[in-house]
């Protein structure tokens, strides 16, 4: 049971770091300190879609699960868990590219907007 419920947070952790990547920005305009932990976390988020990688988190959940007795699932944690809600067609190296693009300019417009506050002050 203990492997499940690791396994379990695992997941949560995966889902929270992506929406980190994408929606991060929006709590540097609260707490400029946050840009410290979210630059990186989009560079590494880019890099996962870009390169097509999987992050490590999906290895570990896995291996989690199959300790626990459970079944793992093949390929990363978007076309796992995402996709189907999201892309239902299925993730092809286009889609992720796509959303490193995406992740990317979304993140550009919020600290640029950010950095014109900041010189107004």
Request: proline share 4%; charged share 15%.
């Given at each position: 049971?203990?492997?499940a419920l690791l396994a379990d947070?695992?997941?949560?952790?995966?889902?929270?770091?992506?929406?980190?990547?994408?929606?991060?920005?929006?709590?540097?305009?609260?707490?400029?300190?946050?840009?410290?932990?979210?630059?990186?976390?989009?560079?590494?988020?880019?890099?996962?879609?870009?390169?097509?990688?999987?992050?490590?988190?999906?290895?570990?959940?896995?291996?989690?699960?199959?300790?626990?007795?459970?079944?793992?699932?093949?390929?990363?944690?978007?076309?796992?868990?995402?996709?189907?809600?999201?892309?239902?067609?299925?993730?092809?190296?286009?889609?992720?590219?796509?959303?490193?693009?995406g992740a990317l300019l979304l993140?550009?417009?919020?600290?640029?907007?950010?950095?014109?506050?900041?010189?107004?002050?």
């Amino acid at each position: 049971m203990p492997h499940a419920l690791l396994a379990d947070l695992i997941l949560l952790l995966h889902l929270a770091f992506i929406l980190f990547v994408v929606l991060g920005g929006l709590l540097v305009y609260r707490y400029a300190w946050v840009a410290w932990l979210h630059v990186p976390a989009v560079a590494w988020g880019v890099a996962v879609e870009w390169m097509g990688w999987i992050c490590p988190l999906t290895p570990l959940e896995n291996r989690l699960r199959a300790l626990a007795g459970q079944s793992g699932y093949d390929g990363d944690f978007i076309g796992a868990y995402l996709l189907a809600v999201i892309y239902p067609d299925g993730l092809t190296r286009d889609i992720q590219i796509a959303l490193g693009l995406g992740a990317l300019l979304l993140n550009l417009l919020v600290y640029g907007r950010l950095l014109a506050r900041w010189r107004r002050r």
